[in-house]
Every structure is written in structure tokens, then in C-alpha cells.
């Protein structure tokens, strides 16, 4: 194999200097952005509360961290004791994903691209590598271009456009405390000397092991290992659902929470687009109504979009399942819960279930005085003394019992304050009824 030559290797080096010359021409010539770009894309928050800022402008003063192009930079102050903010993604990369260039957060929910695209069930995929990011770039250029800029491309264009879990989630309101300056590093080892001219904060540093407090602009862009997502994502797992029952005769939905300015036509006036309403009874002194529909899919439809989010007249109402009146009552027996889903204690001195009455035996003697029943047929034997002055008989003659008995007679049984106290069923049994607590008491204190 023959070597090459110092002046062949020079020459590549050359052409390959040309090249890249020329290529960087190329690109210095090429419009990055094709639109004018007077004015960024943000959401409220980062654009702070106060309307008369001041915000420069450089073009292509940084790339992108997403696509690593040039694209035009904005800085600006959101509001007194705030830290400057600017963009940190080109308005394409923004585009296609419908978020904030600073915080990367959804223009429409305020919520991380994560939690957007699990509540909407949207898988897209950006490609990484240099190559394919860039194929990929330029077909979303061209297709935001063909668009009218109201909706967004790509797969979100396609996807449904709320979503219950987004809805429940969703910030509307600006959060101002998210622009406030970071912590002052030099005041945390207590060798800051500025004092209140610092425009750091003097607080405590939070738990550096939390979660939080790892985030990664790329992670927060591609929808993955973001921490505030799996934070939100964990909320909406444990925040109550409205599940159908499993008895699909049931198309009634309970009203609840009405008062006196909610109508029958107002009710109608909304519940009216999920189907066909057969029914609507309001209860006025309950303060609520019940919605029959006409088929299982329109209750399970209004059931699924009226949850929590019923709002008539300024109040709030509570949208639950209707069941039947055998349910409901076997429900409220068996878990202590009222029609209106409140948990009631039981109530104090009610005496307990009666227990079951005992097996009629004809060969057993009636026992009147509730005595054990070992006992009682000994005790009702035992016939009287004989009255006072005449003698027993002799021995031999005479009823039989007179043989049993010794001189002594036969035990009596105790008295009524020394037996055991039975099971009380009802309050008439108890003993200490009517004041008679404190004689008790004050026998045991004797």
C-alpha cells in the first residue's frame, strides 16, 4: 500500500477548508427565523405582572438548546425584585410543542408537556440526532408556515382538545413567585456584603435530595424524567373519581347542593346536550333533583363531564350516581352513610339487636322468672314448708320431697340485687334508670 504524500494531505485539508467555508456562508446567508420576530412567545407568568417593561432584543444571539440554531434572544425584568429573564428556545421549537420559550410550560393549561400529553394521550416523538432533528425541523417550519398559527401542528394538532385530568389541573392564574431571583449563594456561607442591595435572595436553601430541585431543560421539552410532571401526575391519581355502578339499568344522576336558585330549566338548560333527558324531579326540601336520562351512554357521558366541574348560578352542585331505594337502604345500614354521602356516628344508648328466641321444648316446664335453666327445674320442685306449729311427717310418709329437705329446709335463691346483671335490650331494663345510678354508687362507696 502505497503512503500518502504531505502534499496530498494538504490539499484535503484545503478542500475541506473551502468547504467549510463556504457552508458557513450558506448558513450566514440562510433566515433562520422566516418570520419577523417582533415579540416572543410567553406565557403570563414569565412575562410578569408589570405593563410597562423594558425588553432588548438581539438577533441570533443564541441557539437554541433544543435544535442548537440561532434564533433571535429577548431579555427583560417581569417586576420589582425579580431576576431577569429571557428566551431560551427559538419560536419553532416553541411552535411545535405549544409552550412558553422561557419556562417551557403549556400557553394553554400551564402545565408541563408531560402531564399535557398524558391527559391527551399524545406520543410525539422528536427526533435527537443532528440529522433527523433537522429534516424534522424543516417540515414543522413548513407546515407552521401552510398553517393559520391558531392551532397547533404536528400530533398535538391532531389530538382532542381538553381533557378532564388537564382541566382539573390546569393553573389559570399567573404565578408570580416563579420570577423571583435564585438564592444567594455568598449569603448562604454568611460572607455576603451587600446586604439588602442584593439582588439574590437571603433565605435558607431547600432539601438539595428533593426531587424538585433536579431539572433538566431537555427532560422538560421531550416529556421525560421530569420531576414536577411526576409530581402532578401522582396528584391526579389520588383525586376522586365519579365510576359508573355496575347495574346498567341505572341512568339516573343525583343534583345535590341546588338551594333556591337553580330551576328546572336551567338544570335542563345544560344536562340537555349529553342526550335525552326523560325525567328531572327537584326535591325543594332536600335542595336537590334527579336526572333520568333515556339511555346508560348520556348519563355516563354528563356523569363524566359534569364531576366536580357543575357550576349553575354562582354554586357549585354535587353530581353523583342515583340508586334505588332497596340499595340505598342496605347501604346505609350496613356502612353508616347518609343519602347526601356523610359518614354518621352512631347514636349513644341504643340498645343492641335482641337476640334469638330460644327453642320451645314441650317436655320443659314455663320458666316465668328467667332462671337459668340448670337450676330451675331443681328450684321448682322444692315444695313450701309446712306452716308454723305443725311438725313434719315422719319419715316414710309424706310427699317425697319432704325426704330431700334437711333440717334447715331448702336454699333459697338469691335476691334480685345479688344475681348477676342479664343483657339489656332495652332502656326500660336497665337498672340504673330514674336516679337509681346514685344509690347505686353510693351502696359501693358504704
Given at each position: 500500500m502505497?503512503?500518502?504524500?504531505?502534499?496530498?494531505?494538504?490539499?484535503?485539508?484545503?478542500?475541506?477548508?473551502?468547504?467549510?467555508?463556504?457552508?458557513?456562508?450558506?448558513?450566514?446567508?440562510?433566515?433562520?427565523?422566516?418570520?419577523?420576530?417582533?415579540?416572543?412567545?410567553?406565557?403570563?407568568t414569565c412575562l410578569g405582572e408589570n405593563p410597562y417593561i423594558r425588553m432588548t432584543k438581539e438577533k441570533y444571539g443564541k441557539e437554541c438548546k433544543i435544535c442548537a440554531r440561532p434564533f433571535t434572544v429577548f431579555r427583560w425584568c417581569p417586576g420589582t425584585r425579580m431576576r431577569f429573564k429571557k428566551t431560551e428556545v427559538c419560536q419553532t421549537c416553541s411552535k411545535m410543542k405549544n409552550v412558553c420559550q422561557t419556562c417551557l410550560l403549556d400557553l394553554e393549561y400551564g402545565l408541563p408537556i408531560q402531564v399535557r400529553d398524558t391527559g391527551l394521550s399524545v406520543k410525539d416523538e422528536v427526533p435527537k440526532s443532528d440529522v433527523n432533528k433537522e429534516y424534522y425541523t424543516q417540515n414543522m417550519e413548513r407546515e407552521i408556515a401552510n398553517s393559520d398559527g391558531t392551532r397547533p401542528v404536528g400530533q398535538l394538532g391532531k389530538a382532542p382538545s381538553s381533557s378532564d385530568m388537564l382541566l382539573k389541573l390546569a393553573r389559570t392564574t399567573p404565578?408570580?413567585?416563579?420570577?423571583?431571583?435564585?438564592?444567594?449563594?455568598?449569603w448562604v456561607k454568611g460572607e455576603c456584603k451587600r446586604g439588602e442591595e442584593c439582588?439574590?435572595?437571603?433565605?435558607?436553601?431547600?432539601?438539595?435530595?428533593?426531587?424538585?430541585?433536579?431539572?433538566?431543560?431537555?427532560?422538560?421539552y421531550y416529556g421525560i424524567n421530569d420531576p414536577v410532571a411526576d409530581k402532578l401526575l401522582k396528584?391526579?391519581?389520588?383525586?376522586?373519581?365519579?365510576?359508573?355502578?355496575?347495574?346498567?339499568?341505572?341512568?339516573?344522576?343525583?343534583?345535590?347542593?341546588?338551594?333556591?336558585?337553580?330551576?328546572?330549566?336551567?338544570?335542563?338548560?345544560?344536562f340537555y346536550q349529553f342526550g335525552e333527558i326523560r325525567t328531572i324531579t327537584i326535591v325543594q326540601r332536600q335542595q336537590c333533583a334527579f336526572i333520568q336520562f333515556a339511555t346508560r351512554?348520556?348519563?355516563?357521558?354528563?356523569?363524566?363531564?359534569?364531576?366536580?366541574?357543575?357550576?349553575?348560578?354562582?354554586?357549585?352542585?354535587?353530581?353523583?350516581?342515583?340508586?334505588?331505594?332497596?340499595?340505598?337502604?342496605?347501604?346505609?345500614?350496613?356502612?353508616?352513610?347518609?343519602?347526601?354521602?356523610?359518614?354518621?356516628?352512631?347514636?349513644?344508648?341504643?340498645?343492641?339487636?335482641?337476640?334469638?328466641?330460644?327453642?320451645?321444648?314441650?317436655?320443659?316446664?314455663?320458666?316465668?322468672?328467667?332462671?337459668?335453666?340448670?337450676?330451675?327445674?331443681?328450684?321448682?320442685?322444692?315444695?313450701?314448708?309446712?306452716?308454723?306449729?305443725?311438725?313434719?311427717?315422719?319419715?316414710?310418709?309424706?310427699?317425697?320431697?319432704?325426704?330431700?329437705?334437711?333440717?334447715?329446709?331448702?336454699?333459697?335463691?338469691?335476691?334480685?340485687?345479688?344475681?348477676?346483671?342479664?343483657?339489656?335490650?332495652?332502656?326500660s331494663q336497665d337498672p340504673q334508670r330514674m336516679g337509681a345510678h346514685a344509690a347505686h354508687g353510693s351502696r359501693h362507696g358504704d
Open positions: 502505497r503512503g500518502r504524500s504531505p502534499l496530498s494531505a494538504c490539499r484535503r485539508r484545503r478542500r475541506l477548508g473551502l468547504l467549510s467555508a463556504v457552508m458557513w456562508k450558506r448558513h450566514r446567508g440562510l433566515d433562520w427565523e422566516k418570520q419577523r420576530n417582533d415579540f416572543p412567545i410567553l406565557c403570563q404565578y408570580y413567585k416563579r420570577n423571583r431571583p435564585h438564592i444567594c449563594s455568598f439582588p439574590y435572595r437571603h433565605e435558607k436553601p431547600t432539601d438539595p435530595d428533593d426531587p424538585l430541585a433536579d431539572q433538566n431543560i431537555k427532560d422538560r396528584r391526579a391519581s389520588t383525586m376522586p373519581r365519579l365510576d359508573p355502578p355496575d347495574d346498567k339499568s341505572i341512568t339516573t344522576l343525583y343534583i345535590g347542593g341546588l338551594g333556591d336558585t337553580v330551576t328546572d330549566g336551567e338544570l335542563k338548560s345544560h351512554q348520556a348519563a355516563e357521558t354528563a356523569a363524566e363531564k359534569s364531576f366536580n366541574k357543575l357550576i349553575i348560578n354562582g354554586r357549585r352542585l354535587t353530581v353523583k350516581w342515583g340508586r334505588s331505594q332497596a340499595a340505598r337502604g342496605k347501604e346505609g345500614i350496613k356502612d353508616g352513610v347518609s343519602e347526601m354521602g356523610t359518614r354518621l356516628d352512631p347514636v349513644p344508648g341504643l340498645p343492641g339487636a335482641l337476640p334469638p328466641p330460644p327453642a320451645l321444648d314441650e317436655e320443659a316446664p314455663a320458666n316465668y322468672f328467667n332462671l337459668d335453666p340448670s337450676t330451675s327445674p331443681a328450684v321448682m320442685n322444692i315444695a313450701l314448708p309446712p306452716p308454723p306449729g305443725i311438725n313434719p311427717p315422719p319419715p316414710g310418709f309424706g310427699p317425697p320431697m319432704f325426704h330431700h329437705m334437711g333440717p334447715m329446709g331448702p336454699p333459697m335463691p338469691p335476691p334480685m340485687s345479688m344475681r348477676p346483671p342479664g343483657q339489656i335490650h332495652y332502656p
